[in-house]
């Protein structure tokens, strides 16, 4: 049973950091492309970061310049580093990785909230 597994969430004061870590149990094939959502609600989940197999990135405006997506493939896991955190970055955040290429995973969610 393949399974992503997210920790790290958890409160944090207006300005503050957490690091959302990603890895995968259950396969001994490594992570493709990963990429970081949140869903807030009321409101569509959303693309965070991605990463690619060569650890190319990509972030949505909204976090662009205080998040960092990265990766450590001799631990096969993939990070979300959050900086400057602001209360609408208040979220569930879900990570999303390819398999052995070919197969899509979500994990289970953390849930990330930012007071003021």
């Known amino acids: 049973q393949v399974q992503l597994v997210e920790s790290g969430g958890g409160l944090v004061q207006a300005g503050g950091s957490l690091r959302l870590s990603c890895g995968v149990s259950?396969?001994?094939?490594?992570?493709?492309?990963a990429g970081w959502y949140r869903q807030a609600p009321g409101k569509q989940r959303e693309l965070v970061a991605v990463i690619s197999s060569g650890s190319s990135a990509k972030y949505a405006d909204s976090v662009l310049g205080r998040f960092t997506i990265s990766r450590d493939n001799a631990k096969n896991t993939v990070y979300l580093q959050m900086n400057s955190l602001k209360p609408e970055d208040t979220a569930v955040y879900y990570c999303?990785?390819?398999?052995?290429?070919?197969?899509?995973?979500w994990g289970q969610g953390t849930q990330v909230t930012v007071s003021s």
């Open positions: 999303n990785a390819v398999i052995g290429t070919i197969h899509n995973y």
């Open positions: 259950g396969s001994t094939f490594s992570i493709d492309v």
